[in-house]
């Protein structure tokens, strides 16, 4: 069973540029699903391959350093947990294609993901806004 960690939600200004950069890949990735949305690319395939997903995720790897221990490493987490599932279920999308049976349970496996990117997007980009800490579960021991 995972419970949620319980991360401090103090904030002295002293965060105030890693939240901006944090506003940045949010941006970002936004732009990207936009692009799916607006273009003949799929909302989730627009994510993981577009330009601005990847300049973000680039973003997250280098400045997330400076964030650890901060209420704001729930959103870079959240972030890069967002791109990566969504690559993953992308993959199982396409081996679902593969075969002519699959390729209905693959379309329907790349709209529901392009929705809980957008969830998710929206989700942690208010969540900042408000200066709030994104869940984040942590194993239990029994």
């Known amino acids: 069973m995972a419970e949620a960690e319980v991360i401090p939600n103090h ?3 002293s965060l105030d540029g890693s939240r901006a950069w944090c506003h940045v890949m949010y941006g970002l990735h936004a732009l990207s699903a936009l692009s799916g949305i607006l273009t003949s ?3 989730v395939g627009a994510f993981v391959f ?3 997903s990847i300049i973000a995720v680039i973003i997250n790897f280098v400045t997330r350093d400076k964030v650890s221990g901060t209420w704001l490493a729930t959103h870079w987490r959240w972030q890069l ?11 199982i999308a396409g081996v679902l ?3 002519l ?6 379309i329907l496996v ?8 957008l ?3 929206i989700r942690g980009w208010l969540a900042l806004r408000d200066r709030r800490a994104m869940p984040v579960a942590v194993a239990v021991a029994a």
């Open 11 to 13: 904030d002295d200004g």
């Open 50 to 52: 577009g330009w601005p």
């Open 119 to 121: 969830y998710r997007v």
């Open 97 to 99: 294609m593969l075969t």
């Open 81 to 91: 947990r967002t791109f990566w599932f969504a690559a993953l279920w992308l993959l």
């Open 110 to 117: 790349v709209v529901s993901t392009g929705l809980w990117v």
């Open 101 to 106: 049976i699959g390729i209905p349970a693959a």
């Open 41 to 43: 690319a799929t909302i």
